[in-house]
């Protein structure tokens, strides 16, 4: 399947995979309504233009016909996960990695810092809340300004480039129903994307909290030293393992070179963070 969207059956090849789930299995008027219903607003498509995406589908692999039935094929499930991804967002990998990094190197902040101060369980446990609030607050709301407001554009900029790649398709008729099965599309995505920006957010945001407020709960429930040790190595798993396996997965780069990475720029905020910390 070409990533350019030329013709009509293009972007109802794209529609059915974003709206075709993995476990589904369809005859073509079913199939055809599930693809309308995702759309709404009145949208209808042409069931010549439906069998042609279809056709084209299951020479491709994406789909495969049995009893009438079409179901969705690895290749075809791959690929609308990417398609989910590119256009909705789907697969929260930035939210994750702020979110741990962020916990994390907060939360080392403020166990350094009530540890080097001496400072009591009350007044410890009061900077943590507070300091932990305002950075995983501080990360939903980045997440869902930021960046639905960089999605929205991201997306205009597609749309603007397939409405021109569209417009260049001789038969008139043909190119008036792709430019308004496109609009269709796109005002389908932008709720979608809202929708995914706010679950982005809270997912940045509950990452942040917890990835902050578990070694803190254990450096000041827990006797000295062994309350600095468990909650120090909580943090060097968490950084070590989730955060450096995570990104390494979703960068398909190896954890050799994501590691020292990851670490070196903790370092470095933490020391910074406490430096400020110490001059307030």
């Given at each position: 399947?070409?990533?350019?969207?030329?013709?009509?059956?293009d972007i109802l090849r794209v529609i059915v995979l974003l709206s075709f789930r993995k476990e589904d299995r369809l005859t073509k008027p079913l199939l055809k309504k599930k693809v309308e219903e995702y759309l709404a607003n009145g949208a209808s498509i042409r069931m010549d233009d439906l069998d042609e995406?279809?056709?084209?589908?299951?020479?491709?692999?994406?789909?495969?016909?049995?009893?009438?039935?079409?179901?969705?094929?690895?290749?075809?499930?791959?690929?609308?996960?990417?398609?989910?991804?590119?256009?909705?967002?789907?697969?929260?990998?930035?939210?994750?990695?702020?979110?741990?990094?962020?916990?994390?190197?907060?939360?080392?902040?403020?166990?350094?810092?009530?540890?080097?101060?001496?400072?009591?369980?009350?007044?410890?446990?009061?900077?943590?809340?507070?300091?932990?609030?305002?950075?995983?607050?501080?990360?939903?709301?980045?997440?869902?300004?930021?960046?639905?407001?960089?999605?929205?554009?991201?997306?205009?900029?597609?749309?603007?480039?397939?409405?021109?790649?569209?417009?260049?398709?001789?038969?008139?008729?043909?190119?008036?129903?792709?430019?308004?099965?496109?609009?269709?599309?796109?005002?389908?995505?932008?709720?979608?994307?809202?929708?995914?920006?706010?679950?982005?957010?809270?997912?940045?945001?509950?990452?942040?909290?917890?990835?902050?407020?578990?070694?803190?709960?254990?450096?000041?429930?827990?006797?000295?030293?062994?309350?600095?040790?468990?909650?120090?190595?909580?943090?060097?798993?968490?950084?070590?393992?989730?955060?450096?396996?995570?990104?390494?997965?979703?960068?398909?780069?190896?954890?050799?070179?994501?590691?020292?990475?990851?670490?070196?720029?903790?370092?470095?905020?933490?020391?910074?963070?406490?430096?400020?910390?110490?001059?307030?």
């Amino acid at each position: 399947m070409s990533f350019e969207i030329q013709e009509l059956p293009d972007i109802l090849r794209v529609i059915v995979l974003l709206s075709f789930r993995k476990e589904d299995r369809l005859t073509k008027p079913l199939l055809k309504k599930k693809v309308e219903e995702y759309l709404a607003n009145g949208a209808s498509i042409r069931m010549d233009d439906l069998d042609e995406a279809l056709e084209e589908m299951v020479s491709e692999g994406l789909l495969v016909k049995k009893d009438g039935n079409f179901k969705l094929t690895r290749q075809g499930i791959r690929l609308g996960k990417e398609w989910k991804n590119l256009l909705i967002k789907r697969d929260p990998v930035f939210e994750v990695v702020a979110g741990l990094t962020d916990g994390s190197i907060t939360g080392l902040v403020v166990i350094l810092s009530a540890f080097l101060a001496g400072l009591k369980m009350e007044i410890a446990l009061f900077a943590a809340i507070l300091s932990l609030a305002a950075v995983s607050i501080t990360n939903f709301s980045s997440f869902m300004l930021g960046g639905k407001t960089e999605d929205m554009a991201n997306i205009l900029t597609l749309k603007t480039l397939i409405d021109h790649s569209l417009s260049d398709i001789p038969d008139k008729k043909e190119r008036v129903r792709s430019l308004r099965l496109a609009k269709h599309l796109f005002a389908i995505l932008r709720r979608e994307i809202t929708k995914s920006n706010l679950l982005s957010a809270s997912i940045c945001g509950f990452t942040t909290f917890m990835a902050g407020i578990i070694p803190i709960v254990a450096f000041l429930s827990l006797p000295n030293p062994l309350n600095v040790i468990v909650s120090l190595g909580i943090i060097g798993v968490m950084t070590t393992v989730f955060l450096v396996r995570y990104r390494a997965k979703k960068a398909q780069v190896s954890w050799k070179v994501i590691l020292p990475e990851t670490i070196v720029i903790i370092v470095i905020a933490t020391v910074i963070s406490s430096i400020i910390g110490s001059g307030l």
